[in-house]
């Protein structure tokens, strides 16, 4: 069936470096790829999205990218910051169908 | 204020005894969906419903029944709950299915 795919499950990074975090999707009637950012305890929030007839998307610190021929995407956050650690989440929507998450990434900010 | 919102926040319950963990949201949304959070498996979704009276089932179905009867309240029911149950349960909702999900605060749900 559909699936989301989500790496690295555990990211470490020094305050101030980059964070990558990619994902890949089976389902190619896919067009809707948002970001979720899950704080210890809390709810699930949006963070950033993109759709299928865009290639990239910034937001400040935050920028996701992408690949609909490889069918992947990916969120950037740069200038990384302690409040930056938190469970972050990839998702794949097509309007008509389930919307799926990925399995999640926990980023760690050292200070 | 907008929002979503689930009852009860914490439940421990015994096997097979039912239970109905309720969802309401004030946003007019089309879409609603249940999640189960459980360490290293994500989000799952469990049903999902695109309109009131359409549902249909996510990845792990088994065991939940839904019902959409009114826009607004998307409850979730667990007949004969099972300890493979115990997990966190987040409802969501959004305008349509394609467009930012809006959660509520989750249920942390224990079957012994």
């Known amino acids: 069936g559909e699936n989301v795919e989500q790496h690295p499950s555990t990211l470490s990074v020094q305050e101030g470096d980059s964070a990558v975090i990619k994902c890949t999707y089976s389902d190619s009637a896919s067009n809707y790829f948002p970001w979720y950012k899950q704080e210890l305890g809390k709810r699930p929030q949006l963070i950033i999205d993109i759709r299928s007839n865009v290639g990239e998307k910034k937001d400040q610190r935050i920028a996701v990218t992408l690949n609909k021929t490889a069918k992947h995407f990916s969120l950037h956050i740069t200038e990384t910051q302690p409040e930056d650690s938190a469970v972050y989440f990839c998702a794949a929507a097509s309007g008509t169908y389930k919307y799926i998450f990925g399995t999640g990434t926990r980023l760690k900010v050292l200070a | 204020e907008a929002q979503v919102t689930q009852n009860p926040r914490y439940l421990i319950t015994v096997t097979g005894k039912k239970l109905t963990v309720t969802c309401s949201q004030n946003m007019n949304h089309e879409y609603m969906s249940w999640y189960r959070q459980d360490p290293g498996l994500g989000l799952r979704q469990i049903y999902y419903?695109?309109?009131?009276?359409?549902?249909d089932k996510g990845d792990v179905p088994e065991g939940y029944k839904v019902s959409r009867k009114e826009k607004r309240n998307f409850p979730l029911i667990l007949e004969s709950p099972s300890p493979n149950q115990t997990s966190l349960y987040f409802c969501?909702?959004?305008?349509?299915?394609?467009?930012?999900?809006?959660f509520g605060q989750g249920t942390r749900l224990t079957v012994v």
């Open positions: 969501a909702s959004s305008f349509l299915g394609d467009t930012e999900a809006f």
């Open positions: 419903s695109m309109n009131v009276e359409v549902t």
